[in-house]
Protein backbone atom coordinates (compact mmCIF):
# COMPACT_ATOMS: atom_id res chain seq x y z
CA UNK A 1 0.00 0.00 0.00
CA UNK A 2 1.14 3.47 -1.17
CA UNK A 3 2.27 5.72 1.92
CA UNK A 4 0.37 9.46 1.47
CA UNK A 5 2.51 12.07 1.67
CA UNK A 6 3.07 15.56 2.25
CA UNK A 7 6.26 17.88 0.76
CA UNK A 8 6.59 21.09 2.04
CA UNK A 9 9.67 22.85 0.33
CA UNK A 10 11.09 26.50 1.47
CA UNK A 11 14.52 28.41 1.45
CA UNK A 12 14.17 29.07 5.02
CA UNK A 13 14.95 26.12 7.86
CA UNK A 14 12.64 27.52 10.13
CA UNK A 15 9.65 27.43 8.14
CA UNK A 16 10.37 24.30 7.33
CA UNK A 17 10.40 22.66 10.43
CA UNK A 18 7.60 25.16 11.81
CA UNK A 19 5.54 23.46 8.92
CA UNK A 20 6.50 19.93 9.46
CA UNK A 21 5.84 20.07 13.24
CA UNK A 22 2.73 21.72 12.40
CA UNK A 23 1.12 19.14 9.56
CA UNK A 24 2.50 15.99 11.78
CA UNK A 25 1.33 17.11 14.64
CA UNK A 26 -2.33 17.78 12.60
CA UNK A 27 -2.44 14.84 11.27
CA UNK A 28 -0.75 12.34 13.48
CA UNK A 29 1.18 9.84 11.93
CA UNK A 30 -2.06 9.51 9.16
CA UNK A 31 0.16 11.39 6.73
CA UNK A 32 4.01 11.25 6.30
CA UNK A 33 5.33 15.17 5.98
CA UNK A 34 8.94 15.33 4.06
CA UNK A 35 10.71 18.61 3.61
CA UNK A 36 13.02 20.30 1.01
CA UNK A 37 15.16 23.56 1.06
CA UNK A 38 15.34 24.71 -2.82
CA UNK A 39 13.62 23.57 -5.49
CA UNK A 40 15.88 21.68 -7.14
CA UNK A 41 16.03 19.40 -3.75
CA UNK A 42 12.36 19.27 -4.10
CA UNK A 43 12.25 17.45 -7.14
CA UNK A 44 14.93 14.91 -6.27
CA UNK A 45 13.12 14.13 -2.71
CA UNK A 46 9.77 13.54 -5.08
CA UNK A 47 11.71 11.55 -7.34
CA UNK A 48 13.62 9.13 -4.21
CA UNK A 49 10.10 9.18 -2.91
CA UNK A 50 8.05 7.87 -5.66
CA UNK A 51 10.59 5.07 -6.16
CA UNK A 52 9.80 4.09 -2.93
CA UNK A 53 6.34 4.35 -3.50
CA UNK A 54 5.23 7.04 -1.59
CA UNK A 55 2.03 8.75 -2.32
CA UNK A 56 2.33 12.19 -2.97
CA UNK A 57 -0.77 14.43 -2.07
CA UNK A 58 0.10 17.77 -1.41
CA UNK A 59 3.01 19.58 -1.92
CA UNK A 60 3.58 22.82 -0.20
CA UNK A 61 6.04 25.98 -1.49
CA UNK A 62 7.28 28.99 -1.04
CA UNK A 63 7.41 31.25 -4.15
CA UNK A 64 10.65 33.47 -3.44
CA UNK A 65 13.40 31.02 -3.76
CA UNK A 66 17.25 30.94 -5.23
CA UNK A 67 17.58 29.28 -8.97
CA UNK A 68 14.04 28.41 -9.28
CA UNK A 69 10.66 30.37 -7.84
CA UNK A 70 7.83 28.42 -6.59
CA UNK A 71 5.51 28.85 -9.54
CA UNK A 72 7.62 27.28 -11.42
CA UNK A 73 8.67 24.44 -9.17
CA UNK A 74 4.72 23.81 -8.99
CA UNK A 75 4.41 23.82 -12.54
CA UNK A 76 7.09 20.83 -12.83
CA UNK A 77 5.05 19.43 -10.19
CA UNK A 78 1.89 19.21 -11.98
CA UNK A 79 3.86 17.78 -15.24
CA UNK A 80 4.86 14.72 -13.26
CA UNK A 81 1.78 14.54 -11.05
CA UNK A 82 -0.94 16.82 -12.16
CA UNK A 83 -3.36 15.03 -9.22
CA UNK A 84 -1.16 15.96 -6.43
CA UNK A 85 -2.70 19.56 -4.67
CA UNK A 86 -0.52 22.03 -5.18
CA UNK A 87 -0.10 25.35 -2.39
CA UNK A 88 1.84 28.22 -2.76
CA UNK A 89 2.66 29.72 0.54
CA UNK A 90 4.24 33.27 -0.09
CA UNK A 91 4.22 37.01 1.25
CA UNK A 92 6.21 38.18 -1.42
CA UNK A 93 4.51 36.43 -4.68
CA UNK A 94 3.46 38.96 -7.09
CA UNK A 95 0.44 38.85 -9.35
CA UNK A 96 1.81 37.20 -12.17
CA UNK A 97 3.43 34.67 -10.13
CA UNK A 98 0.29 33.56 -8.49
CA UNK A 99 -0.93 33.96 -12.08
CA UNK A 100 1.35 31.39 -13.76
CA UNK A 101 0.88 28.82 -10.52
CA UNK A 102 -2.57 28.84 -10.90
CA UNK A 103 -2.93 28.50 -15.44
CA UNK A 104 0.38 26.21 -15.19
CA UNK A 105 0.52 24.00 -12.14
CA UNK A 106 -3.38 23.62 -11.72
CA UNK A 107 -2.66 25.48 -8.21
CA UNK A 108 -4.90 24.62 -5.65
CA UNK A 109 -4.69 27.06 -2.74
CA UNK A 110 -2.39 30.50 -2.50
CA UNK A 111 -1.70 31.28 1.37
CA UNK A 112 -0.04 34.47 2.37
CA UNK A 113 2.94 34.80 4.91
CA UNK A 114 2.76 34.86 7.91
CA UNK A 115 0.18 31.79 8.11
CA UNK A 116 -2.38 31.14 10.79
CA UNK A 117 -1.71 27.62 11.19
CA UNK A 118 -5.87 26.68 11.69
CA UNK A 119 -6.39 28.09 8.48
CA UNK A 120 -3.31 26.30 6.95
CA UNK A 121 -4.78 22.68 8.73
CA UNK A 122 -7.95 23.21 7.34
CA UNK A 123 -6.68 23.88 3.61
CA UNK A 124 -4.45 21.38 3.93
CA UNK A 125 -7.46 18.70 5.44
CA UNK A 126 -9.76 19.97 2.68
CA UNK A 127 -6.58 19.42 0.17
CA UNK A 128 -6.25 15.86 0.85
CA UNK A 129 -10.06 15.25 0.81
CA UNK A 130 -9.78 16.47 -2.42
CA UNK A 131 -7.20 14.67 -3.45
CA UNK A 132 -8.69 11.22 -2.38
CA UNK A 133 -11.61 12.40 -3.66
CA UNK A 134 -10.41 12.80 -7.05
CA UNK A 135 -8.18 9.45 -6.85
CA UNK A 136 -11.56 7.61 -5.80
CA UNK A 137 -13.02 9.39 -8.55
CA UNK A 138 -10.61 8.23 -10.98
CA UNK A 139 -10.20 4.90 -10.01
CA UNK A 140 -13.88 4.37 -10.10
CA UNK A 141 -13.48 6.18 -13.73
CA UNK A 142 -10.91 3.79 -14.62
CA UNK A 143 -12.99 0.72 -13.43
CA UNK A 144 -15.87 1.83 -15.29
CA UNK A 145 -13.34 2.09 -18.40
CA UNK A 146 -12.64 -1.42 -18.00
CA UNK A 147 -16.13 -3.17 -17.37
CA UNK A 148 -16.78 -0.77 -20.69
CA UNK A 149 -14.10 -2.41 -22.50
CA UNK A 150 -15.31 -5.76 -21.27
CA UNK A 151 -19.02 -5.02 -22.04
CA UNK A 152 -17.97 -4.05 -25.68
CA UNK A 153 -15.70 -6.58 -26.07
CA UNK A 154 -18.46 -8.95 -24.86
CA UNK A 155 -20.87 -6.94 -27.33
CA UNK A 156 -18.60 -7.41 -29.74
CA UNK A 157 -17.95 -11.52 -29.13
CA UNK A 158 -21.69 -11.56 -29.50
CA UNK A 159 -22.28 -9.89 -32.25
CA UNK A 160 -19.82 -11.60 -33.94
CA UNK A 161 -21.72 -15.11 -32.76
CA UNK A 162 -24.78 -13.67 -34.24
CA UNK A 163 -23.84 -12.45 -37.24
CA UNK A 164 -21.72 -16.18 -37.68
CA UNK A 165 -25.37 -17.46 -36.83
CA UNK A 166 -26.98 -15.45 -39.06
CA UNK A 167 -24.70 -16.04 -41.87
CA UNK A 168 -24.96 -19.72 -41.20
CA UNK A 169 -29.15 -19.37 -41.57
CA UNK A 170 -28.81 -17.75 -44.64
CA UNK A 171 -26.28 -19.74 -46.14
CA UNK A 172 -29.15 -22.71 -45.00
CA UNK A 173 -32.04 -20.77 -46.73
CA UNK A 174 -29.78 -20.09 -49.83
CA UNK A 175 -29.38 -23.72 -50.16
CA UNK A 176 -33.45 -24.24 -49.55
CA UNK A 177 -34.23 -21.46 -52.25
CA UNK A 178 -31.55 -23.87 -54.55
CA UNK A 179 -33.88 -26.98 -53.42
CA UNK A 180 -37.18 -25.05 -54.32
CA UNK A 181 -36.20 -23.80 -57.32
CA UNK A 182 -34.67 -27.96 -58.50
CA UNK A 183 -38.26 -28.60 -57.05
CA UNK A 184 -40.40 -26.45 -59.82
CA UNK A 185 -40.84 -27.36 -63.05
CA UNK A 186 -38.26 -26.57 -65.96
CA UNK A 187 -39.40 -23.80 -68.08
CA UNK A 188 -37.97 -25.40 -70.98
CA UNK A 189 -40.55 -28.61 -69.95
CA UNK A 190 -43.25 -26.11 -70.05
CA UNK A 191 -42.03 -24.43 -73.52
CA UNK A 192 -42.73 -27.65 -74.90
CA UNK A 193 -46.63 -27.58 -74.36
CA UNK A 194 -47.34 -23.79 -74.54
CA UNK A 195 -46.77 -21.55 -77.57
CA UNK A 196 -46.28 -18.59 -75.71
CA UNK A 197 -46.16 -18.29 -72.03
CA UNK A 198 -45.19 -16.52 -68.83
CA UNK A 199 -44.44 -17.12 -64.99
CA UNK A 200 -44.16 -13.48 -62.57
CA UNK A 201 -42.85 -15.63 -59.53
CA UNK A 202 -41.69 -13.39 -56.86
CA UNK A 203 -40.78 -14.78 -53.41
CA UNK A 204 -41.48 -12.30 -50.20
CA UNK A 205 -38.05 -13.52 -48.51
CA UNK A 206 -35.46 -15.77 -50.39
CA UNK A 207 -37.91 -19.04 -50.38
CA UNK A 208 -41.61 -18.89 -50.90
CA UNK A 209 -44.93 -20.21 -49.87
CA UNK A 210 -46.25 -19.81 -53.79
CA UNK A 211 -45.45 -22.48 -56.09
CA UNK A 212 -46.29 -23.76 -59.25
CA UNK A 213 -46.71 -27.31 -60.59
CA UNK A 214 -46.51 -28.79 -64.27
CA UNK A 215 -47.64 -32.38 -65.65
CA UNK A 216 -47.67 -33.62 -69.18
CA UNK A 217 -50.34 -37.16 -69.17
CA UNK A 218 -51.18 -38.78 -72.58
CA UNK A 219 -53.12 -35.84 -74.22
CA UNK A 220 -53.78 -34.20 -71.12
CA UNK A 221 -51.56 -30.65 -69.39
CA UNK A 222 -51.76 -29.77 -66.29
CA UNK A 223 -50.72 -26.39 -64.32
CA UNK A 224 -51.15 -25.99 -60.74
CA UNK A 225 -50.47 -22.79 -58.93
CA UNK A 226 -50.40 -23.10 -54.87
CA UNK A 227 -50.22 -20.77 -52.58
CA UNK A 228 -49.35 -22.21 -49.17
CA UNK A 229 -49.76 -21.21 -45.85
CA UNK A 230 -46.86 -18.26 -44.38
CA UNK A 231 -44.07 -17.67 -46.58
CA UNK A 232 -40.39 -17.74 -46.04
CA UNK A 233 -39.28 -20.66 -44.73
CA UNK A 234 -42.29 -22.20 -43.20
CA UNK A 235 -44.32 -21.94 -46.35
CA UNK A 236 -41.29 -22.87 -48.43
CA UNK A 237 -41.36 -26.33 -46.01
CA UNK A 238 -45.55 -26.46 -47.05
CA UNK A 239 -44.54 -25.71 -50.58
CA UNK A 240 -42.38 -28.96 -51.32
CA UNK A 241 -45.21 -31.16 -49.34
CA UNK A 242 -48.05 -29.50 -51.58
CA UNK A 243 -45.24 -30.64 -54.50
CA UNK A 244 -44.93 -33.82 -53.34
CA UNK A 245 -49.18 -34.98 -52.82
CA UNK A 246 -49.13 -33.53 -56.07
CA UNK A 247 -46.75 -36.06 -57.44
CA UNK A 248 -48.35 -38.57 -55.54
CA UNK A 249 -51.90 -37.80 -56.96
CA UNK A 250 -51.19 -37.50 -60.60
CA UNK A 251 -48.10 -39.63 -60.83
CA UNK A 252 -48.77 -42.33 -58.60
CA UNK A 253 -52.09 -42.45 -58.31
CA UNK A 254 -52.86 -41.10 -62.17
CA UNK A 255 -55.53 -38.80 -60.90
CA UNK A 256 -56.15 -36.25 -63.54
CA UNK A 257 -59.34 -34.65 -63.54
CA UNK A 258 -58.24 -30.81 -61.74
CA UNK A 259 -61.30 -31.77 -58.99
CA UNK A 260 -60.45 -35.34 -58.15
CA UNK A 261 -56.56 -33.95 -57.81
CA UNK A 262 -57.94 -31.10 -55.06
CA UNK A 263 -59.73 -34.38 -52.99
CA UNK A 264 -56.89 -36.54 -53.52
CA UNK A 265 -54.29 -34.01 -52.12
CA UNK A 266 -56.08 -32.94 -49.21
CA UNK A 267 -57.33 -36.63 -48.34
CA UNK A 268 -53.19 -36.92 -48.44
CA UNK A 269 -52.79 -34.23 -46.54
CA UNK A 270 -55.05 -34.83 -43.86
CA UNK A 271 -53.16 -38.38 -43.22
CA UNK A 272 -50.11 -36.40 -42.99
CA UNK A 273 -51.00 -34.56 -40.38
CA UNK A 274 -53.05 -37.39 -38.63
CA UNK A 275 -49.55 -39.70 -39.06
CA UNK A 276 -47.80 -36.48 -37.14
CA UNK A 277 -50.50 -36.52 -34.65
CA UNK A 278 -50.19 -32.76 -34.68
CA UNK A 279 -52.59 -30.06 -34.16
CA UNK A 280 -50.88 -28.33 -37.03
CA UNK A 281 -53.46 -27.74 -40.30
CA UNK A 282 -51.11 -25.32 -42.29
CA UNK A 283 -52.52 -25.88 -45.60
CA UNK A 284 -52.96 -23.85 -49.02
CA UNK A 285 -54.88 -22.27 -51.77
CA UNK A 286 -54.84 -23.80 -55.06
CA UNK A 287 -55.85 -23.36 -58.35
CA UNK A 288 -55.60 -26.67 -60.85
CA UNK A 289 -55.95 -26.48 -64.91
CA UNK A 290 -56.12 -29.12 -66.74
CA UNK A 291 -55.99 -28.89 -70.77
CA UNK A 292 -57.36 -31.64 -72.84
CA UNK A 293 -56.06 -31.53 -76.25
CA UNK A 294 -58.07 -34.72 -77.18
CA UNK A 295 -61.43 -33.25 -76.00
CA UNK A 296 -60.30 -29.73 -76.82
CA UNK A 297 -61.29 -28.31 -73.28
CA UNK A 298 -60.35 -26.56 -70.79
CA UNK A 299 -60.87 -28.14 -67.15
CA UNK A 300 -60.32 -25.93 -63.88
CA UNK A 301 -61.09 -26.81 -60.36
CA UNK A 302 -59.71 -24.14 -57.23
CA UNK A 303 -59.46 -24.47 -53.31
CA UNK A 304 -59.95 -21.24 -52.91
CA UNK A 305 -58.30 -20.59 -56.01
CA UNK A 306 -59.34 -18.69 -59.63
CA UNK A 307 -58.53 -18.56 -63.18
CA UNK A 308 -58.97 -16.20 -65.86
CA UNK A 309 -59.63 -17.19 -69.49
CA UNK A 310 -59.56 -14.88 -72.45
CA UNK A 311 -61.54 -16.89 -75.35
CA UNK A 312 -60.16 -16.68 -79.02
CA UNK A 313 -63.49 -13.90 -79.21
CA UNK A 314 -61.27 -11.68 -76.40
CA UNK A 315 -64.44 -12.58 -74.01
CA UNK A 316 -63.26 -13.37 -70.98
CA UNK A 317 -64.16 -15.67 -68.16
CA UNK A 318 -63.63 -15.27 -64.40
CA UNK A 319 -63.71 -18.85 -62.85
CA UNK A 320 -63.70 -19.05 -58.91
CA UNK A 321 -63.09 -22.00 -56.92
CA UNK A 322 -64.62 -23.68 -54.12
CA UNK A 323 -64.47 -21.58 -50.83
CA UNK A 324 -62.32 -24.38 -49.11
CA UNK A 325 -58.79 -24.53 -48.45
CA UNK A 326 -56.35 -27.64 -48.82
CA UNK A 327 -55.68 -27.88 -45.03
CA UNK A 328 -56.49 -31.67 -44.55
CA UNK A 329 -58.89 -31.00 -41.67
CA UNK A 330 -61.27 -33.19 -43.50
CA UNK A 331 -62.03 -34.42 -46.84
CA UNK A 332 -63.72 -31.98 -49.34
CA UNK A 333 -65.38 -32.29 -52.88
CA UNK A 334 -64.70 -29.90 -55.02
CA UNK A 335 -66.14 -28.78 -58.42
CA UNK A 336 -64.95 -28.39 -62.06
CA UNK A 337 -65.60 -25.80 -64.37
CA UNK A 338 -65.29 -26.52 -68.16
CA UNK A 339 -64.57 -24.35 -71.33
CA UNK A 340 -64.53 -25.03 -75.06
CA UNK A 341 -61.38 -24.14 -76.78
CA UNK A 342 -62.43 -22.90 -80.15
CA UNK A 343 -58.92 -20.89 -81.25
CA UNK A 344 -56.74 -19.25 -79.55
CA UNK A 345 -57.12 -19.19 -75.64
CA UNK A 346 -55.16 -17.73 -73.48
CA UNK A 347 -55.24 -18.55 -69.66
CA UNK A 348 -53.65 -16.79 -66.15
CA UNK A 349 -53.20 -18.53 -62.59
CA UNK A 350 -52.48 -16.21 -60.17
CA UNK A 351 -51.33 -16.21 -55.80
CA UNK A 352 -53.21 -13.37 -54.14
CA UNK A 353 -49.63 -12.27 -53.36
CA UNK A 354 -50.38 -9.32 -56.18
CA UNK A 355 -53.46 -8.10 -55.54
CA UNK A 356 -52.44 -7.97 -51.87
CA UNK A 357 -50.07 -5.89 -52.39
CA UNK A 358 -50.16 -2.19 -51.17
CA UNK A 359 -48.77 0.80 -52.81
CA UNK A 360 -50.16 3.53 -55.44
CA UNK A 361 -50.34 6.90 -55.00
CA UNK A 362 -53.00 6.67 -51.87
CA UNK A 363 -51.23 2.99 -50.37
CA UNK A 364 -53.88 1.07 -51.12
CA UNK A 365 -54.30 -2.61 -51.78
CA UNK A 366 -53.87 -3.27 -55.93
CA UNK A 367 -57.19 -5.54 -54.95
CA UNK A 368 -58.25 -8.52 -57.60
CA UNK A 369 -60.99 -6.42 -59.69
CA UNK A 370 -58.06 -3.97 -60.45
CA UNK A 371 -55.92 -7.28 -61.24
CA UNK A 372 -58.32 -8.62 -63.67
CA UNK A 373 -58.51 -5.32 -65.34
CA UNK A 374 -54.81 -4.95 -65.68
CA UNK A 375 -54.80 -8.30 -67.43
CA UNK A 376 -57.20 -7.70 -69.61
CA UNK A 377 -55.30 -4.75 -71.00
CA UNK A 378 -52.86 -6.58 -71.53
CA UNK A 379 -54.56 -9.12 -74.35
CA UNK A 380 -53.04 -6.99 -77.12
CA UNK A 381 -49.70 -7.44 -75.95
CA UNK A 382 -47.72 -11.03 -76.81
CA UNK A 383 -47.34 -13.06 -73.79
CA UNK A 384 -43.57 -13.10 -73.48
CA UNK A 385 -44.51 -9.30 -73.31
CA UNK A 386 -46.23 -9.21 -71.00
CA UNK A 387 -43.71 -10.37 -68.32
CA UNK A 388 -42.07 -7.52 -68.22
CA UNK A 389 -45.15 -5.53 -68.28
CA UNK A 390 -46.53 -7.29 -65.60
CA UNK A 391 -43.17 -6.90 -63.31
CA UNK A 392 -42.70 -3.34 -63.86
CA UNK A 393 -46.34 -3.14 -62.65
CA UNK A 394 -45.82 -4.66 -59.84
CA UNK A 395 -42.66 -2.76 -58.32
CA UNK A 396 -43.74 0.83 -59.70
CA UNK A 397 -47.46 -0.27 -57.55
CA UNK A 398 -45.13 -1.37 -54.65
CA UNK A 399 -42.51 1.40 -54.73
CA UNK A 400 -40.68 1.77 -51.50
CA UNK A 401 -43.03 -0.48 -49.31
CA UNK A 402 -41.91 -3.65 -47.76
CA UNK A 403 -43.42 -6.98 -50.31
CA UNK A 404 -47.05 -7.52 -48.57
CA UNK A 405 -46.51 -11.43 -49.53
CA UNK A 406 -45.14 -14.15 -52.18
CA UNK A 407 -46.21 -13.13 -55.95
CA UNK A 408 -47.00 -15.81 -58.90
CA UNK A 409 -49.07 -14.98 -61.56
CA UNK A 410 -48.84 -17.16 -65.09
CA UNK A 411 -49.97 -16.71 -68.05
CA UNK A 412 -50.05 -19.61 -70.56
CA UNK A 413 -51.63 -19.84 -74.68
CA UNK A 414 -52.80 -22.54 -76.52
Known sequence: MK?????CVDDEQIVLNSLKSEISRHFGGRIAVEIAESAEEALEVLDFLLRRNHEIVVVVSDYVMPNMKGDELLSRVHEMLPATKKILLT?????EGVTNAINQASLYRYIA???????LMMTLEAAVQSYEQDTLLQAQNEELRLLNANLEQ???ERTAALQETNNQIQASIRYAQRIQSAVLPSLETIAKSFSDYFIFYQPRDVVSGDFYWFAEKEHKTIIVAADCTG????GAFMSLIGNDLLNRAVHDREVHAPEKILEQVDKSLNRVWRNENTTLRDGMDVSVVVIDRQEQTLSFAGARGVVLVFDAKGQMHYLKGDK?????RKVSVFTRQSLPLEGKTRFYLYSD????QFGGEDNFKFTSKRLRNFIAELQTQPLTA???IVADTFFKWKGDLKQTDDVLLMGFEI
Open 231 to 234: HGVP
Open 353 to 356: GFQD
Open 113 to 119: KPWETND
Open 386 to 388: QSQ
Open 154 to 156: KVA
Open 91 to 95: GQANL
Open 324 to 328: TSIDG
Open 3 to 7: KKTIL
